[in-house]
């Protein structure tokens, strides 16, 4: 299984940056460009920062904490859950395979291929060491796109964050668990001004054998050191000031003219021993009160630091309830506010919810076109009801009075006027018969004649058919058939928006709108009450993920501060009870033997003091205490150097047997990768490193001659240390194995023969390991691609 790797940086604030993110990385080899003042270094800067603490600020040194503001930020790491495989079209290899293959960078170096093996298994070694769909990532990665675990499959991330060094890393701390910050500045950090240093120090093979043994300071330096110190316990110069050998002579001297000065103060003998004797008894008592004013220090310390601790404990458990009330409350609020009519709509998607609103503004649509319809067949029947009842109305009125009235005057006329000449011209024609005149004959029948005719006239106006109230009739039922289609239409359009209505809420409820009983804008409102109500949820859960996050966290403040109590607790009290009023009764238990001893050593003093007085009066022998003290000293002295003679002793043996089995171990696989490294950057130019028998590094060129470091070219000097670094972060697979390895411009110096052998070196580096490489040299980035088509390019 692939180890997790640094997928993302984050940038918060950290120097000129703020909210940068820096990415996508792959697994094996990345180049950061920029220009510069781009910010490679505070990049670089940054990620050692937020892995092992941010710097101090140390005089002048530029830490990058931005004014008025914490540095912050985030390091993304991809966890990989499918192992490596082979190349679908060339099928899954065997161990034996992989080895081969990844010997067409090294013939015959099992070494390297163990350490593959060892690192992705057997068998899992595709060509060229390269990971399956590495071309697909880095076309991923140039296009832009955030996915870069292409060839993994899919892919956890865990966050490492910090914000200041007090709180601590926070996230999975076990990717780093596994180096320290030591061991990552020396290893892991490869900048452009530690191989520009080499011109400057004095001791260059030790700055080289650090590279190789992978500590801060050269193994052959410290032990050089060692000798330099033991030689001078062993030295009669005189200015060497720990020198046994010239404190045993003064030793010597004192005893002699302690010898004549003891035949002097033989009177004293017995006041000299009984001081003599004092004086352990003293010290003895000095001793026990030193140790007794100590406990009583430390008890009344961590009495106090138990008081605080206590207060603390009883101050975050009532901040913990409280979080858990708050917490309860906000559970019941938002119990008290859920709407189960809102629970279909608040879990709609996005899409989902568009979709409906878009149905709900097409049904709107059909809707308004069924009002518009059903309206305008309301107002076309209301027109045409009021048209048929205005006709009516007026043929009921006027025109039925009229044509009475005319009718009236049509029989009166055509009775009347016949009746007067009828009685005007009987008369006259009798009259004429009577006298027998013609004239009066004939106008009577002229009259008769004539009322015959007025009569029949008015007969034949009177039953002759009325064409203005045929007109009428014919209006009247024209504008009723005209209702009628009206009232029709109005009933048709008046289903439709019926079954339209029908329609629309069958549709709203199976959309989950059942409450808004088929209306629209009910619909749509419902809709913003579910899209405020996930507003709120999300509101909800984060308050609710906030609060649990501080409980959390003062649920481990609290389980911290209890540890730290117990820790004192048993401490101080292992098999007592565990309370203050139990610490109390220790201290005071403490100071009545300090009392105690107090007494006795005054006495003791008082004695001492008077034996002391009477050997002071003996004036003539006041150089023999002076010889006696000297001679103590000197023998204190020389138990003091003798133990630091012996632990330097044991530190150099100790030191020897690490570095012999350093180089049975670890030296021949550090030094043969190093050698067919440094071939490799070199073009055959040097062959080979190893290690003298006297510890000191040796380099031996294409025609086996031996050189020595402080006879190389900077250039080559660069090029030794940079393949002492590559070798060891190749064979030390057990350290850092989810740290990216950051190297800041450091193929600068090199020409371009040498810059194409280093860029192969590093890309072999980048199959075992992640390598992130800053630079501002555009023939680096192609350097390095050439090396490695697979080259992750990232630009600032």
């Given at each position: 299984?692939?180890?997790?790797?640094?997928?993302?940086?984050?940038?918060?604030?950290?120097?000129?940056?703020?909210?940068?993110?820096?990415?996508?990385?792959?697994?094996?080899?990345?180049?950061?460009?920029?220009?510069?003042?781009?910010?490679?270094?505070?990049?670089?800067?940054?990620?050692?920062?937020?892995?092992?603490?941010?710097?101090?600020?140390?005089?002048?040194?530029?830490?990058?904490?931005?004014?008025?503001?914490?540095?912050?930020?985030?390091?993304?790491?991809?966890?990989?859950?499918?192992?490596?495989?082979?190349?679908?079209?060339?099928?899954?290899?065997?161990?034996?395979?992989?080895?081969?293959?990844?010997?067409?960078?090294?013939?015959?170096?099992?070494?390297?291929?163990?350490?593959?093996?060892?690192?992705?298994?057997?068998?899992?070694?595709?060509?060229?060491?390269?990971?399956?769909?590495?071309?697909?990532?880095?076309?991923?990665?140039?296009?832009?796109?955030?996915?870069?675990?292409?060839?993994?499959?899919?892919?956890?991330?865990?966050?490492?964050?910090?914000?200041?060094?007090?709180?601590?890393?926070?996230?999975?701390?076990?990717?780093?668990?596994?180096?320290?910050?030591?061991?990552?500045?020396?290893?892991?950090?490869?900048?452009?001004?530690?191989?520009?240093?080499?011109?400057?120090?004095?001791?260059?093979?030790?700055?080289?054998?650090?590279?190789?043994?992978?500590?801060?300071?050269?193994?052959?330096?410290?032990?050089?050191?060692?000798?330099?110190?033991?030689?001078?316990?062993?030295?009669?110069?005189?200015?060497?000031?720990?020198?046994?050998?010239?404190?045993?002579?003064?030793?010597?001297?004192?005893?002699?003219?302690?010898?004549?000065?003891?035949?002097?103060?033989?009177?004293?003998?017995?006041?000299?021993?009984?001081?003599?004797?004092?004086?352990?008894?003293?010290?003895?008592?000095?001793a026990r009160l030193d140790a007794l004013n100590t406990d009583i220090e430390a008890l009344s310390?961590?009495?106090?630091?138990?008081?605080?601790?206590?207060?603390?404990?009883?101050?975050?458990?009532?901040?913990?309830?409280?979080?858990?009330?708050?917490?309860?409350?906000?559970?019941?609020?938002?119990?008290?506010?859920?709407?189960?009519?809102?629970?279909?709509?608040?879990?709609?998607?996005?899409?989902?919810?568009?979709?409906?609103?878009?149905?709900?503004?097409?049904?709107?649509?059909?809707?308004?076109?069924?009002?518009?319809?059903?309206?305008?067949?309301?107002?076309?029947?209301?027109?045409?009801?009021?048209?048929?009842?205005?006709?009516?109305?007026?043929?009921?009125?006027?025109?039925?009075?009229?044509?009475?009235?005319?009718?009236?005057?049509?029989?009166?006329?055509?009775?009347?006027?016949?009746?007067?000449?009828?009685?005007?011209?009987?008369?006259?024609?009798?009259?004429?018969?009577?006298?027998?005149?013609?004239?009066?004959?004939?106008?009577?029948?002229?009259?008769?004649?004539?009322?015959?005719?007025?009569?029949?006239?008015?007969?034949?106006?009177?039953?002759?058919?009325?064409?203005?109230?045929?007109?009428?009739?014919?209006?009247?039922?024209?504008?009723?058939?005209?209702?009628?289609?009206?009232?029709?239409?109005?009933?048709?359009?008046?289903?439709?928006?019926?079954?339209?209505?029908?329609?629309?809420?069958?549709?709203?409820?199976?959309?989950?709108?059942?409450?808004?009983?088929?209306?629209?804008?009910?619909?749509?409102?419902?809709?913003?009450?579910?899209?405020?109500?996930?507003?709120?949820?999300?509101?909800?859960?984060?308050?609710?993920?906030?609060?649990?996050?501080?409980?959390?966290?003062?649920e481990d403040s609290l389980d911290k501060a209890e540890r730290q109590r117990d820790d004192l607790?048993?401490?101080?009290?292992?098999?007592?009870?565990?309370?203050?009023?139990?610490?109390?009764?220790?201290?005071?238990?403490?100071?009545?033997?300090?009392?105690?001893?107090?007494?006795?050593?005054?006495?003791?003093?008082?004695?001492?003091?008077?034996?002391?007085?009477?050997?002071?009066?003996?004036?003539?022998?006041?150089?023999?205490?002076?010889?006696?003290?000297?001679?103590?000293?000197?023998?204190?002295?020389?138990?003091?150097?003798?133990?630091?003679?012996?632990?330097?002793?044991?530190?150099?043996?100790?030191?020897?047997?690490?570095?012999?089995?350093?180089?049975?171990?670890?030296?021949?696989?550090?030094?043969?990768?190093?050698?067919?490294?440094?071939?490799?950057?070199?073009?055959?130019?040097?062959?080979?490193?190893?290690?003298?028998?006297?510890?000191?590094?040796?380099?031996?060129?294409?025609?086996?001659?031996?050189?020595?470091?402080?006879?190389?070219?900077?250039?080559?000097?660069?090029?030794?240390?940079?393949?002492?670094?590559?070798?060891?972060?190749?064979?030390?697979?057990?350290?850092?194995r989810s740290v990216p390895i950051l190297a800041d411009d450091i193929l600068v110096n090199f020409?371009?023969?040498?810059?194409?052998?280093?860029?192969?070196?590093?890309?072999?580096?980048?199959?075992?390991?992640?390598?992130?490489?800053?630079?501002?040299?555009?023939?680096?980035?192609?350097?390095?691609?050439?090396?490695?088509?697979?080259?992750?390019?990232?630009?600032?």
């Open positions: 299984m692939r180890p997790p790797f640094l997928e993302r940086i984050n940038i918060v604030s950290f120097g000129a940056f703020s909210g940068k993110v820096v990415g996508p990385f792959t697994p094996n080899l990345n180049v950061v460009f920029g220009r510069n003042e781009a910010g490679k270094t505070t990049l670089a800067s940054f990620v050692g920062g937020v892995l092992f603490g941010w710097e101090d600020a140390r005089g002048s040194r530029n830490t990058y904490k931005p004014t008025n503001a914490e540095r912050a930020g985030s390091l993304f790491f991809a966890v990989p859950r499918a192992e490596y495989r082979a190349d679908e079209n060339r099928g899954t290899r065997s161990g034996r395979d992989a080895g081969e293959n990844c010997g067409a960078h090294d013939r015959g170096d099992a070494g390297e291929n163990r350490i593959v093996r060892e690192r992705y298994g057997a068998g899992a070694i595709p060509d060229a060491a390269e990971p399956v769909g590495m071309g697909e990532q880095r076309g991923a990665s140039e296009g832009g796109g955030n996915e870069v675990l292409g060839e993994f499959g899919e892919a956890d991330e865990i966050e490492l964050t910090r914000v200041r060094n007090v709180d601590g890393l926070q996230g999975d701390t076990t990717l780093v668990a596994d180096i320290d910050k030591e061991t990552f500045q020396t290893m892991f950090a490869l900048t452009s001004d530690e191989l520009r240093s080499l011109r400057n120090t004095t001791d260059m093979t030790a700055k080289l054998l650090t590279a190789g043994s992978g500590t801060g300071a050269s193994p052959a330096h410290a032990l050089a050191k060692i000798d330099e110190l033991l030689a001078g316990y062993t030295s009669r110069s005189a200015g060497a000031v720990r020198s046994l050998v010239r404190l045993e002579a003064e030793q010597d001297e004192l005893r002699a003219r302690l010898a004549v000065a003891f035949e002097e103060a033989e009177r004293f003998k017995r006041e000299d021993k009984e001081f003599r004797d004092l004086a352990p008894q003293r010290d003895e008592m000095m310390a961590h009495r106090a630091q138990v008081k605080k601790l206590n207060d603390e404990i009883a101050e975050a458990r009532e901040r913990v309830a409280a979080l858990v009330a708050e917490e309860e409350q906000l559970a019941i609020t938002r119990r008290d506010q859920h709407d189960d009519d809102l629970v279909p709509l608040m879990h709609l998607a996005a899409g989902d919810e568009r979709a409906l609103r878009d149905r709900l503004d097409a049904l709107a649509s059909e809707e308004a076109k069924c009002e518009h319809a059903v309206d305008l067949a309301q107002d076309n029947f209301a027109t045409s009801k009021a048209a048929f009842e205005a006709l009516l109305e007026a043929e009921d009125a006027e025109d039925a009075e009229g044509r009475a009235r005319q009718r009236h005057v049509q029989v009166a006329l055509s009775i009347l006027l016949p009746l007067v000449f009828m009685v005007a011209g009987v008369p006259l024609f009798i009259h004429g018969r009577e006298i027998a005149s013609l004239s009066f004959t004939a106008l009577g029948v002229g009259l008769v004649v004539f009322a015959v005719v007025v009569t029949l006239a008015a007969l034949v106006m009177l039953f002759r058919p009325d064409k203005a109230a045929d007109a009428k009739e014919a209006r009247k039922q024209d504008a009723h058939w005209i209702m009628l289609q009206d009232k029709k239409k109005l009933e048709a359009c008046l289903q439709n928006r019926a079954a339209f209505q029908e329609r629309a809420r069958t549709q709203l409820d199976a959309a989950g709108l059942g409450p808004a009983l088929g209306s629209l804008r009910q619909s749509r409102a419902l809709l913003d009450e579910a899209r405020e109500a996930r507003a709120e949820e999300r509101l909800f859960r984060q308050r609710q993920q906030a609060l649990v996050s501080r409980r959390i966290a003062l607790f048993e401490h101080m009290l292992p098999h007592g009870e565990r309370t203050l009023d139990a610490i109390d009764a220790l201290l005071a238990q403490k100071a009545r033997q300090r009392s105690g001893l107090l007494e006795a050593s005054e006495a003791l003093n008082r004695r001492y003091g008077e034996l002391k007085q009477e050997l002071a009066q003996a004036v003539h022998l006041r150089d023999f205490d002076e010889l006696k003290l000297r001679y103590e000293q000197a023998c204190t002295q020389q138990e003091e150097y003798a133990r630091e003679y012996a632990r330097l002793l044991l530190a150099k043996r100790m030191l020897e047997s690490a570095i012999a089995a350093w180089e049975s171990k670890s030296q021949p696989e550090v030094y043969r990768q190093a050698s067919r490294l440094l071939a490799l950057m070199t073009d055959g130019r040097w062959a080979k490193v190893s290690m003298t028998e006297e510890g000191r590094l040796r380099v031996i060129d294409a025609v086996k001659n031996a050189h020595d470091p402080l006879h190389l070219s900077l250039g080559t000097c660069q090029q030794l240390y940079l393949a002492l670094r590559i070798a060891l972060l190749m064979t030390a697979d057990n350290v850092g020409d371009s023969v040498r810059r194409a052998g280093a860029a192969q070196a590093i890309a072999e580096l980048a199959r075992v390991r992640q390598v992130v490489l800053l630079t501002c040299h555009e023939e680096i980035v192609e350097a390095l691609r050439e090396a490695d088509p697979t080259l992750n390019e990232v630009r600032l």
